[in-house]
């Protein structure tokens, strides 16, 4: 038996899906609920993760962007300043007066995290080693969150959740890592 919603002259989109056509129903709120939730439910998990990649890898690299002086890149301002990256003199004092983090001394955390919020965000941004970036950010996210920072709880928690994404899911296919998984699969079968 055929729904109604599968006849021509009653689907408001006659050139899409059945899916979308049988949800989509015109003036009704649930179906245009529905049909809302059906395209969304399209979106390439591929995208997602690159736009989780782009963003959270921005995050870091603004932050370590803060502590060092002599190099300076910017995508979006078109900021640049290419020389020889050095531990700025307020990121060493951050670490001393504000962050104190235990069992690590001022003079190791800083040029440490500074080196950490370069490292991963471009190995994020293209997509190699997701997995290993994803969890050395989550680390330094939790580390924030439990010694630094405990009232920042909700943005560190999104943080948390786009990096655990690409932890579960990996990086999608507009990524290195999809790259060499293809190479080495090819290689191996043939």
Not at 137 to 154: K, S
């Amino acid at each position: 038996m055929s729904h109604p919603a599968d006849s021509a002259d009653t689907q408001p989109f006659p050139n899409s899906s059945p899916l979308i056509g049988r949800f989509c129903g015109v003036g009704k709120l649930a179906g245009l609920i529905q049909c809302f939730v059906g395209l969304f439910s399209h979106l390439p998990d591929s995208l997602i993760a690159l736009i989780g990649r782009f963003s959270i890898a921005a995050i870091f690299w603004k932050s370590g962007q803060t502590k060092i002086d002599g190099f300076a890149v910017d995508l979006i301002s078109g900021q640049f300043s290419l020389g020889w990256p050095q531990l700025s003199d307020s990121a060493l004092a951050l670490f001393q007066d504000e962050y104190r983090l235990p069992l690590i001394s001022p003079e190791l955390a800083a040029p440490m995290v500074a080196f950490a919020e370069h490292f991963f965000p471009v190995l994020l941004l293209i997509g190699l080693a997701t997995r290993f970036s994803a969890t050395a950010l989550l680390v330094m996210t939790l580390t924030i969150q439990i010694f630094v920072y405990p009232d920042a709880y909700p943005t560190h928690g999104v943080w948390a959740s786009v990096l655990l994404i690409l932890i579960a899911r990996g990086p999608g296919v507009l990524s290195v890592d999809h790259l060499l998984a293809k190479y080495f699969a090819t290689k191996s079968a043939g």
